[in-house]
């Protein structure tokens, strides 16, 4: 017997408990345990098998670390075949997680009891596959139908509640796995309860496949795994026998497996987990921050405000007047209302957090027990100078003094105070209680035990954090900055906006680049251009179009205006007429012949140019990993997560074509398509980059 799965006999029934932590994973070890002690179980003539996980969980799925190797038997499929054909009873006793594989060995036991905290679900569509040991036949045999749609569909983690109401288990108790599961299985023993295969079970009832298949390939975007998903069901209802139906999901599985979505959504998976993991950390204490301060009660302040008293920190929140503190407050109750309405918080939770916890001051004076403030006040280096010399001269020592800029320098900013140490950038995203990312900026002076703390915060508000270097817009902003600019430059040269909207919207993103600007304000990137033309070079291309729409007073979906036209009441725009004027114009001005693109070139350019900055940053060490861009890119901006980001993407296209296709564009534009050293490297020495990140782990 391996170590993975123990097995005891307490009378007549034979326990076998899981010890693989963190999550009992079904390995090798744990599949070849479960099979040896079934057989084992058989064999010494017990009556009943209890399986149940110790530690946090029963199993929480397949060991995803070992898809894309060779599989080693026994394989799940089988395990779930033999365990539901035991000649005994088995039962599996749930707590923690049931998830994947995990569900679908409790669906192959005879009987299923769960603690209340149990969660469920069939999650493996977040992965890119699908369940692949029966879990498509025998959840809609045992819950139905649309009840197994849904859930194999949406991934959705069910509560016992609603599991048992399913009828997914049979019973709910309080108590320790392995006593709720003991006093069950002795129980079931004492009333000769039958063996009770699902396989046995007659065949679900049909709906319509076909359309179910095209809803929720469209609410994918394009994710497949979902959608091919919905075929193995329909094999549930209509293959002629169980066999066929778990056949046909061996096949689908199996095309889902060998997909490309597979492995970027994988990667997405392990990336998330890891990007928040700093090495050099490991052993730095975060300081405490119990009270947080936010200068600025703007959108973002705000913003900042409502995340942090979400997750239980007071907050102080400075405006310049007691009329705009009155606004800063009507905004954050806004946010909070929003959060009740979805759920997220009960009213007493929110009149609670309305009040104690959350004070508006004018003076910097209230600060002076706060433990961290943000900074989210006007992008100008001279008033966010002003500011953190107040804070400076208000603030608590050892108290972390962070700038929410979004490309300003944040070394200037420290050099504003006398404790350049206690400086950092905590870049949120708008809005900041809902946006996933927050962008650590690690100054050149910054103490590491500030750094834990703004990882330790960003864990604290769920958000996914990642390391950035100093940088002009640092990680994301600069990115998307330089895939911005190969867009205009695109249009300019004969795309038309609404053709590259609509091709990034095929490739997954929820908006295009066009879209995306007019919800954000054309005056940003407007502002943005300004302020950079003094030091810009002259060998850099210049578009003009989305100035004259600013200039006629267009700023997108706050004017109504921009690259869209936008109805009240009506989601979405519709194209701008004048757009075409004004690239007409500019291409006038600048002597250029507008070409046909091919909505394939169209996206080459794109991705190259995502791809080609990230591999900057990543070079320059602004990003620590590949991954780190990625997680940036996912989480801040939309990119889609079956692609596992942009650096993903680009090895499964292969840097080789990628770097090829830089070095063709920059024989148009020599400036803008300057190849990133660390592309040519990787390109040169045959590597990717996943060889980097797993030499960074
Ligand atoms: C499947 O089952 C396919 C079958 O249908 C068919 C097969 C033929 N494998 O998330 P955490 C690691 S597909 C390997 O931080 P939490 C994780 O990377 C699977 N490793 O904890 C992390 O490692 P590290 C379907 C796994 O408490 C550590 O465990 N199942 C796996 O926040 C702790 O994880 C799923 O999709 C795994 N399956 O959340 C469930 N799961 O410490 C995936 C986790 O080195 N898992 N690890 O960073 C989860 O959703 C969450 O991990 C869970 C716990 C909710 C269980």
Same mark, same amino acid.
């Given at each position: ?33 479960? =099979? ?22 029963? !199993? ?116 320790? %796995? ?25 065949? %679900? ?18 994710? =497949? ?44 998976? !392990? ?125 608590? %020592? ?47 002076? $910054? ?36 895939? +911005? ?27 295009? %680049? ?44 706050? $004017? ?43 996206? +080459? ?29 996912? !989480?801040?901006?939309?990119?889609? +997560? ?56």
């Amino acid at each position: 017997m391996t170590e993975a799965i123990v097995y005891e006999r307490i009378g007549d029934i034979a326990v076998l408990s899981a010890q693989n932590p963190p999550v009992n994973a079904l390995g090798i070890d744990v599949r070849r345990g479960l =099979l040896a002690g079934i057989e084992r179980a058989e064999n010494e003539g017990a009556r009943a098998v209890l399986i149940y996980g110790e530690g946090r969980t029963y !199993f929480a799925g397949a060991d995803i670390r070992e898809f894309g190797q060779p599989m080693q038997d026994p394989g799940l499929p089988d395990l779930c075949n033999r365990i539901e054909a035991a000649q005994l009873l088995v039962v599996s006793s749930l707590h923690g997680a049931a998830l994947g594989g995990g569900l679908e060995v409790a669906l192959s036991s005879h009987y299923r009891i769960a603690v209340p905290s149990a969660k469920m679900g069939l999650p493996e569509v977040n992965l890119g596959i699908m369940p692949g040991a029966g879990g498509t036949q025998r959840l809609p045999r045992i819950a139905g139908t649309e009840t197994a749609l849904e859930m194999i569909t949406t991934g959705r983690h069910v509560a016992a509640a609603e599991a048992f109401d399913k009828g997914v288990i049979d019973r709910i108790a309080e108590g320790s %796995p392995r006593e709720i599961g003991l006093t069950y299985t002795r129980e079931l023993l004492e009333q000769n309860a039958p063996r009770r295969p699902l396989c046995d079970m007659s065949a %679900p009832e049909p709906v319509d496949f076909d359309a179910i298949y095209d809803k929720v390939l469209a609410r994918g975007r394009g994710q =497949l795994s979902p959608a091919i998903a919905v075929r193995a069901v329909q094999a549930a209802c209509e293959a002629p026998s169980f066999l066929d139906g778990v056949r046909r999901e061996r096949e689908l599985f199996m095309e889902l497996m060998e997909s490309e979505q597979r492995q970027g959504l994988i990667h997405a998976f !392990f990336s998330e987990r890891a990007v928040s993991k700093l090495p050099e950390l490991a052993d730095v204490m975060p300081r405490d921050v119990i009270s947080m301060g936010v200068i600025g009660g703007g959108t973002m302040g705000a913003g900042i405000a409502t995340a942090a008293l979400l997750s239980d920190l007071a907050v102080v929140l400075i405006e310049r007047d007691d009329q705009a503190a009155a606004v800063a407050r009507g905004r954050i109750e806004d946010n909070l209302k929003g959060a009740l309405k979805r759920g997220k918080i009960d009213q007493a939770q929110f009149d609670a957090m309305m009040s104690d916890p959350l004070t508006l001051a004018t003076d910097y004076a209230a600060l002076s027990k706060a433990d961290l403030v943000v900074e989210a006040v006007f992008e100008d280096m001279d008033v966010k100078r002003e500011v953190f010399a107040a804070l400076d001269a208000n603030c608590k %020592p050892g108290a972390i003094l962070a700038s929410n800029t979004s490309y300003l320098d944040i070394n200037e900013i420290a050099a504003a105070t006398s404790r350049p140490t206690d400086v950092i950038g905590l870049h949120f995203f708008s809005p900041a209680h809902v946006m996933k990312l927050l962008e650590v900026v690690v100054a050149d002076q $910054t103490a590491p035990d500030v750094v834990a703390t703004g990882f330790a915060l960003g864990k604290r508000l769920k958000k996914t954090s990642v390391r950035s270097g100093v940088c002009d817009g640092f990680i994301g902003n600069r990115i998307m900055n330089s895939y +911005r600019k190969a867009a205009d430059y695109m249009v300019l040269d004969g795309a038309s906006p609404y053709q590259i909207d609509k091709v990034m919207t095929g490739f997954g993103f929820a908006m295009g %680049p066009f879209a995306v600007a007019d919800l954000a304000g054309l005056d940003i990137g407007w502002a943005a251009r300004k302020r950079r033309a003094p030091t810009r070079d002259p060998k850099e291309r210049v578009v003009c179009f989305s100035d004259m729409l600013c200039e006629a007073g267009d700023f997108g979906q706050k $004017t109504g205006k921009g690259f869209y036209v936008y109805e009240k009441g009506k989601r979405g725009g519709a194209p701008n007429p004048q757009v075409a004027e004004y690239i007409e114009r500019d291409q006038r001005d600048q002597g250029v012949t507008p070409q046909v693109f091919a909505n394939d070139e169209v996206l +080459r350019r794109y991705m190259c140019a995502m791809v080609n900055e990230a591999a900057k940053v990543v070079g320059e060490g602004i990003a620590r990993r590949p991954l780190d861009v990625d997680m940036v890119l996912l !989480f801040g901006y939309g990119f889609p +997560r079956f692609w596992g980001g942009p650096l993903k993407w680009a090895d499964l296209q292969g840097l080789d074509g990628i770097l090829k296709d830089i070095r063709r564009y920059a024989k148009e534009d020599a400036f803008f398509w300057q190849p990133a050293p660390l592309l040519e490297e990787l390109v040169a020495d045959g590597r990717s980059f996943d060889d980097l990140n797993n030499a960074g782990q």
